[in-house]
């Protein structure tokens, strides 16, 4: 067992297992019943979206104490069995998501086709978010209806963030190491 000392990095007193956490589970399950709300009923809860944003963070926190928790017990992080972790766990349900989607486009008028295609791709791709960022700059579409993926966005910002974190992570720790 590596200690704090080794490290310099106080995040590190973590606990050694994962406990079940009640109310963490439950902080998640009202952001996630805040943004359904906010779908069905945008005027019950006119604020719901920031369900995504408690969710986001739930999730980050989350994944940095595993991140930790791992970095302590292994002395540091397989990237590669986290990524691993995180393709089994998403990509299956995602996958048959844009699947359906796909094999639905026809049934779109075909004025819509090329964009819902193209949004396939970025979704599938995980770069939904920004494909919607580039869109958005363009006044005329501001009338058009939403694309079928559009909700990829925020399953795209968790990607993102899943590249980046735990290689900003192992940074962390080499500096700190270094620094030691």
């Known amino acids: 067992m590596l200690n704090q000392r080794r490290w310099g990095i106080s995040l590190l007193y973590v606990q050694a297992h994962r406990p079940f956490r009640p109310e963490i589970q439950g902080l998640r399950a009202i952001a996630v019943m ?30 940095t104490g595993h ?3 791992e970095a302590r017990s292994e002395g540091t992080i397989s990237l590669a069995a986290f990524y691993v972790r995180r393709m089994k ?5 995602a996958t048959l998501v844009l699947i359906v989607v796909a094999c639905a486009t026809p049934l779109l008028p075909e004025t819509r086709w090329d964009e819902t295609s193209a949004q396939i791709a970025a979704s599938a791709l995980f770069i939904e978010n920004w494909a919607l960022a580039w869109l958005a700059t363009d006044y005329l579409r501001s009338q058009n209806p939403p694309s079928p993926v559009q909700h990829f966005w925020s399953l795209s910002v968790e990607e993102q963030f899943y590249l980046l974190w735990p290689v900003t992570i192992l940074a962390a720790i080499a500096i700190g190491k270094r620094l030691h």
Do not use: K, M, N, Q
């Open 89 to 93: 766990r998403l990509l299956p349900a």
């Open 34 to 63: 805040a943004v359904l709300c906010f779908h069905v009923w945008p005027s019950l809860l006119p604020g719901g979206y920031i369900g995504v944003d408690v969710f986001f963070v739930i999730s980050g926190y989350l994944i």
């Open 67 to 69: 991140l930790f928790r």
